[in-house]
């Protein structure tokens, strides 16, 4: 395995006392898709914000000879744009697998990768991006849409009564602050049991105070339907979403391998940013707990 490190060094002081320039990192994968800028470009007002240098990674699968020339242009112009710090990283295998294992080592705030605008759900599902998003350990925010968005302003959360939903909650808050952003909670009724329903309400009502509290602009709406993919996205594009925040399962049973679960789906067909969690093992429980 090959190596190759290209370090720029500029890096100003940020009033942002939460978090450490030696810790902090946002991994950007590049490959010669458009998706890969627009990934880049979104990656300066975050890494500002996190007082974060920015980690510009290409894979060398055999047929490049000039990815390091590229990659320093590219670094030049983030340095310049970002006001960062740039690094540049080179490693030769398969693309999916060396991301994560990249990742793994840095252990960055977020990885940020640009997805091609029309990827088939069976390659999704298979052993490509969609596999590298679920076994990430890692903050993942995929960009698919060709607009650039620049900063966040609203960022949605749909809620359910799984005990992975609430993970969601302290990070959505948590970058809020950093954007100023308001927090839009969604609660998607799927199950028909009355009790399942009135647990959800109940729950999704503990979240928007807990929200509040902490002195987020909050929203709160209940859905109801059978397309929950569909009817998040149309949510999306009625709130001017920029940022969708989903868990993403580590496993896959066979039937969700086959019809792709509801976070996969999002993350195909969504034109907004969606940050992707894995999710830790916790006990389940209808009432929200902070972590």
Known sequence: ??????????????????????????????DSTE?????????YNLAKLTNSKIVMLSIDEGNSKNIQKRLDELAKEAKSKSGMPVET??????????????????????????????????????????????????????????????GCKNILVPLDLTKETREKIDKAIEIAKLFSADIRVISVL???????ENKLISYSNQVWRHIREQGIRATIKTIRGGDIPKMILEYAKEVDADLIMIMSKDKLNIKEFFIGTTAQQIINKSIVPVLSLR????KDTSVFVPY
């Open 1 to 30: 395995m090959v190596i190759f490190v290209k370090c720029y060094t500029f890096a100003p002081q940020s009033k942002n006392k939460k978090y450490s320039m030696t810790q902090n990192s946002i991994l950007i994968p590049i």
């Open 35 to 43: 998706q890969t800028i627009i990934a880049l470009q979104q990656s």
């Open 89 to 150: 990283m080179v490693r030769k295998g398969n693309v999916y697998e060396e991301i994560n294992k990249v990742a793994d080592v840095l252990n960055p705030l977020f990885v940020i990768i640009g997805l091609s605008s029309k990827i088939s759900l069976s390659k999704v599902v298979g052993q490509n991006a969609f596999r590298m998003i679920r076994e990430s350990k890692h903050p993942v925010i995929t960009i698919r849409g060709k607009e650039h968005h620049d």
């Open 190 to 196: 799927s199950q028909k049991d009355e009790e399942s």
């Open 279 to 282: 999710p830790m093992e916790r």
